[in-house]
C-alpha cells in the first residue's frame, strides 16, 4: 500500500467528484457477477503511515468481484479440461481439429501450467495453513485453478484482517 505524497493529492473538488463517482457504481454493481448478495465493496482504514492523507482506500473493487467469481472459476477448470482433452486423446487431431503440431504445443504447455498449478497448490496450503483456514479445500481449489482461488484467499484473509 502506497501513501500519497502532497503533490498526489486531489483537490477537495476533485475528492468529492471522486466520492460520488464510486458511490454511483457501488448502486450499479450486478448482483450477478459477484455471486454474493448483498455484495458492497468494502473500505479498509488508512494506513498509519498515510495519516496525512485524507482519501480512504478501498480493496480494488474491480478485481475482487472476478477473482472470487464461480462463473469465471469454472471456465478456467472447464478450459483446462478441454485442453487436456485436446492434448493428449488424439481425438482432436485425428478428426483434424487441431494439427499435430498443435496437439504437441498444447501437451507442452499444458506440462508447464501444471507445474505452475501445483505451485498454486502449494501456496494456498501454505497460506490457508498460517492463516487458520482449512487446507484441503483451499488446495484442491487452487489445484483445479491455478492463480485465482489463491488471489481470493489472500483478498479474503486481507479484508478479514483490516476489519478487526
Known sequence: ???MTKSDRFQ???HERLQKSASTLRHLTPRGITGRPGYRPRQIPPNQACRASNL?????TAIEP???SKLLQGSVTLALLAGIDAAWSGDWSRIGV???STEQFLQSALTA????HLLMG????IIASQNGR???PATAKALAVGTLPVLELILEIQTEDLGQ
Not at 113 to 116: E, F, K, V
Not at 122 to 125: D, E, G, S
Open 1 to 3: 500500500m502506497q501513501c
Open 12 to 14: 477537495p473538488h476533485q
Open 56 to 60: 480512504p482506500v478501498t480493496l480494488p
Open 66 to 68: 472476478l477473482v472470487s
Open 98 to 100: 487441431i494439427s499435430k
Open 113 to 116: 501450467l501444471g507445474g505452475w
Open 122 to 125: 502449494m501456496c494456498a496450503y
Open 134 to 136: 482449512p487446507e484441503l
